[in-house]
């Protein structure tokens, strides 16, 4: 397949596609698709599409006045002068066709990996791609004299590739069982041909890195990152798949070839108001893997079968699935789980092999993160022996469950947890380990479900010995509301384990000289972020480099107010705010 810059003439983009009329020429040079008026170039076709709280039709003049050479609406606008105007009943249901269609259908050529559920999708995300960059090989044959010209490591004769790729995959790249009747003066070199990602942290093109925007892009978006990735070299991709992406239609079309669900607990009901709203947007991802398809890999759906959520996900599936838990029968399990600080140790069974597996990741959750990776490559048959070697290496992910490097060597840890289940977990994998007191930060997003908030306070009081509580992006809302809303989930306020630190920075300086050589501090919420976001101005802030600065200019906390329940609906002074207390 060509990949390269390209442009297409309104006509063949809308070919074969039912409009209800096309008002203007058809010859018009198309340069690119966008939905969002902002974001509109030159000669660009404007989706105007209806969204939660915006009609795109409103910015159909702002799109014109941006260079698009056409729009495609559902009304026709006799005022919108010579703009070329497509009509369609249904302008976001064609979106997902046009975006294939303009970018040559990209995700025919990768093996496409999509993950969703409440926490865990990121380090799986992570997982993946280690091991597929590993995986995902390039063979080329020739002389051994020419290895200085290849430049990468030697393939053993004979690797294992997928018994389950069809014929067809050899021409795509991948090895062959035919190497072991080379010549012995013949040597086989692999090409590493990385695999892109779309997630949370950043969006991963070949060797390019771009920070990301949200957990899922728009349709458009992805369609792009699907191109571009191919054009980079990549023979593959993981994404991680939102429930608002997947109730948006924002991944409608993209044909995945594995589905990962982690598991599923609260978060997110300002949107989706219930749990089985929640769900039913998640078990789209499986009920869209069909197992027809131009592609020349076997459709499959790896299922945390430890979720009371794991049979909805299944409900609708109707392709292969490999089920991976700890505490209930699956077909990919983990047993004889030992976990320090240093990382992990169990042994991993698949069918009748029990092969002894070691990590630097810490926490039982990851040992579920682990095994929802080794079932996307054992989805291809390679071997489970050499995938837990490849996994071995790898290292961590960005705020999750990061240790910060400081000079007075405290036992730091950034994650990301935002939910109580999340926090639960983390603060559940420290309890393990812990030597000295835990001392937990934490704060809760504003715009974001209220209703975790006094739970976020319980499993922060639950798992450890002293908590500070703080913002975390307020957004719209007041901080000191927030903080107000998360105060009455503690069962105990006891004013010498509970502190209420608004300012966030001064939080993290007030647990770190809190901090001894045993203890272990755990900022949580924001992990990976480099940014704190107000009503009025988003600032640069990032939980591991204040973390490193309190440690360096220890002591620089200059106040500690600690909560006190007997100031019920008294005023107290906290910095500069104003706090109400309980």
Request: charged share 25%.
């Amino acid at each position: 397949m060509e990949w390269a810059l390209i442009s297409m003439k309104l006509k063949k983009l809308f070919k074969d596609i039912s409009v209800k009329e096309i008002k203007g020429s058809k010859e018009v040079e198309i340069t690119g698709l966008c939905s969002n008026s902002k974001l509109i170039a030159p000669g660009n076709l404007f989706i105007a599409k209806k969204g939660l709280t915006h009609d795109g039709s409103r910015f159909i003049p702002d799109a014109i006045a941006a260079g698009a050479a056409a729009v495609l609406t559902d009304i026709y606008n006799p005022f919108l002068g010579d703009i070329v105007q497509i009509i369609h009943p249904d302008v976001a249901q064609v979106e997902a066709e046009l975006a294939a269609r303009f970018y040559n259908h990209p995700a025919e050529a990768l093996f496409l990996v999509g993950i969703t559920g409440t926490n865990g999708k990121t380090t799986v995300s992570y997982l993946v791609k280690h091991l597929l960059d590993h995986f995902n090989l390039k063979t080329a044959v020739g002389p051994c004299k020419k290895v200085q010209d290849f430049d990468p490591e030697p393939l053993d004769a004979g690797v294992e590739h997928s018994q389950k790729v069809k014929a067809t995959t050899a021409s795509r790249g991948s090895g062959s069982k035919d190497c072991a009747f080379l010549p012995a003066s013949t040597a086989v070199f692999r090409f590493k041909e990385t695999c892109g990602l779309i997630g949370t942290i950043e969006w991963i093109v070949g060797k390019n890195v771009f920070p990301s925007t949200m957990t899922t892009a728009d349709l458009i978006t992805n369609y792009k990152l699907f191109y571009e990735m191919a054009a980079n070299g990549c023979k593959s991709a993981v994404m991680e798949v939102s429930s608002h992406a997947l109730d948006q239609g924002r991944v409608c079309s993209i044909d995945f070839d594995v589905a990962i669900f982690t598991n599923l607990t609260q978060d997110h009901l300002d949107y989706h108001h219930t749990m089985e709203h929640y769900a039913e947007s998640k078990a789209r991802l499986f009920s869209s893997l069909l197992p027809e398809s131009k592609k020349p890999f076997v459709k499959t759906a790896v299922v945390n079968i430890d979720s009371p959520w794991a049979d909805r996900m299944l409900k609708e599936c109707k392709v292969q699935k490999i089920t991976y838990g700890i505490t209930s029968a699956a077909d990919l399990t983990a047993k004889n789980i030992r976990l320090n600080p240093q990382g992990m140790q169990f042994v991993v069974c698949y069918r009748k092999e029990e092969i002894p597996f070691r990590c630097p990741l810490i926490g039982r959750y990851n040992i579920y993160n682990c095994l929802a990776a080794i079932a996307v490559l054992l989805s291809r048959s390679f071997p489970l022996e050499k995938i837990l070697k490849v996994l071995e290496s790898f290292s961590k992910v960005a705020g999750r469950l990061e240790r910060v490097s400081n000079r007075r060597g405290l036992n730091i840890f950034v994650d990301y947890a935002h939910t109580d289940d999340a926090l639960k977990n983390v603060l559940a994998t420290l309890h393990e380990i812990k030597k000295g007191k835990i001392i937990t930060v934490f704060g809760c997003g504003g715009n974001r479900e209220a209703g975790k908030r006094p739970k976020m306070a319980a499993a922060a009081e639950a798992f450890s010995d002293e908590v500070i509580v703080t913002s975390d992006n307020p957004r719209n809302e007041d901080p000191l509301e927030i903080i107000q809303q998360i105060l009455p989930g503690f069962s105990n306020p006891n004013p010498r384990t509970i502190t209420v630190i608004p300012d966030r920075a001064e939080a993290i300086y007030e647990a770190v000289r809190r901090a001894g050589k045993e203890d272990i501090v755990l900022i949580a919420g924001k992990g990976h972020e480099t940014y704190q976001i107000f009503a009025q101005k988003t600032i640069h802030f990032d939980d591991r480099i204040v973390a490193q600065q309190a440690c360096d200019a220890f002591p620089a906390s200059t106040a500690v107010f600690r909560f006190n329940p007997g100031l019920c609906n008294m005023p107290f002074a906290i910095g500069s705010l104003l706090f109400m207390g309980q």
